[in-house]
């Protein structure tokens, strides 16, 4: 199975930016829908982003629109969360999931219920 591992996260300034990366140790990921999804301290983990599997349709939440953007890299197994104009509200903890189901070309999916095979999560705080 695949064993996620998010990246990139760290301390920035509101407006600054970041780049998170998200990778497998076990199974290639590279057939997999990926999203990304954070929880804020107190909140429920909450949906960001998902690329699918062949990298042709990325989707974001309102809120980061214009200022996120979700990339893959399938030749590196690797997918990515580009963050731009952060701010404050963006703090949490982020992680990547993979669609539990392979080669899935429905409707991306936007619920934690659809994805599996977290990471440890990556800390961005956003301070102003």
């Known amino acids: 199975q695949a064993q996620l591992e998010e990246s990139g996260g760290g301390l920035v300034q509101a407006g600054g930016s970041l780049r998170l990366s998200c990778t497998s140790s076990?199974?290639?990921?590279?057939?997999?829908?990926m999203a990304w999804f954070r929880q804020a301290p107190g909140k429920e983990r909450e949906f960001v982003g998902v690329?699918?599997?062949?990298?042709?349709?990325?989707y974001l939440r309102d809120s980061v629109k214009g200022r996120f953007t979700i990339s893959r890299d399938n030749a590196k197994d690797t997918v990515y969360l580009q963050m731009n104009s952060l701010k404050v509200e963006d703090t949490a903890t982020y992680y990547c999931g993979a669609d539990r189901e392979p080669l899935y070309t429905g409707r991306l999916h936007d619920s934690i219920r659809d994805y599996e095979y977290w990471g440890q999560g990556t800390q961005v705080t956003v301070f102003s």
């Open positions: 690329i699918d599997w062949n990298g042709d349709i990325p």
């Open positions: 076990g199974r290639s990921i590279r057939i997999y829908n």
